[in-house]
């Protein structure tokens, strides 16, 4: 069973000590999605879980059931820097730039007059290029594909790939391009499986348009940055991290013809220097606030901690979703003192 998964299930009963806004009065609550689709998405699918429309109206349901929301109000002024944004009360982010979101999420949020934050990463708006780890599920589906109707085809694409197709399942081969970061080892499986993402992109038109992204305002949302090309930033020297954060919202500010814009790091902000970020935020006034994402390997977020929701979708339809949810995230940020108090409960009595 999956770690995440089980931990969920480990402390579950956690969940009922832990109801209501009033619990976590000095937390941020912030929810961040990917994507939300009933159909298979073929960029995202083979990469990472998404919510379908059910479950996310289900999710936004439970939230909102039991915790009081952060206001639109309360948002554009935590962005313009004129307060602080208030601890204790939920609110909703995505990232990516997916259009994907737009029908089940625009419906959802509309109703319920519901503000949120898409972070965008900016080379991809209008679809003018594919994001890496998007081009590696398009690749990994496409193998399965070839695999299931064509095995010497399939052998013979591995072995342009430099494996010995007889010594790696289609299991292994897709578990490790899931993992690749290698730009030059993604083209050559790019080219071997023979993928067109320049078609996928004029077909698919799965990335939000500058025009959509003004728009978002129109429906109580708000555009954020979230860098050019989603590089992991942590492995770019201080200028490459720089040019993606200054350039990203500067590209955001004149579509939506506001600044300062919020801005979301790819992956999160582990390995950077936190005194580096804080002098970029300084020099520059395009760039507002910072949202992070919370998790096991960032158990110490740098601005507005966010809980990653898409890999809890199966979670999505339980009443108790959104307890179960910060209950694991509790594990993570206080698990020395969760696992002290366990370990002494556990203590055989001398
Ligand atoms: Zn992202």
Known sequence: MKLAKRLLFDFAGLSAELRGSAKYPNSYLGFNFHAVS????????????YLSANQFENCIEAICRDFKLVSRAEMAAFIAGEAPLPRGKAFFTFDDGLSVCLGPVLSVM????????????????????????HAVSLIIGKAREVYRSDRTQFENALTRLGFSPKAITFSEFANRLSGCRNSVEIEAAREAFEVD???????????????????L??????????????????????EGVERQIIKSCEIIAGIVGSKPVPFAFPHSSLGLDRGHLAAIARKCNYVGPFFDSLSRFNPSPF???RFDIDP??????????????ISYFDII????????DDNSRKKPSA
């Not at 009933?38 to 879980?49: E, G, K, Q």
């Not at 940020?333 to 002290?340: D, E, G, L, S």
């Open 38 to 49: 009933n159909d298979y998405l073929p960029h995202v699918a083979n990469i990472s879980s």
């Open 110 to 133: 509309e109703k319920r007059e519901i503000p949120a934050v898409f972070f965008i990463p900016t080379d991809f708006l209008d679809n003018k290029s594919l994001f890496q780890r």
């Open 312 to 325: 809890f979708a199966e979670f999505a339809e339980k009443k108790d979703f959104p307890q179960r949810i």
């Open 333 to 340: 940020t206080w698990r020395k003192r969760r696992f002290c």
């Open 197 to 215: 993402t320049e078609a996928f992109l004029s077909r698919e038109r799965p990335y939000l348009s500058a025009e959509q992204a003004r728009s």
């Open 217 to 238: 305002s129109d429906h109580g949302f708000f555009a954020g940055a979230h860098s050019l090309d989603h590089s992991d930033l942590s492995a770019l020297p201080r």
């Open 303 to 305: 601005g507005v901690p």
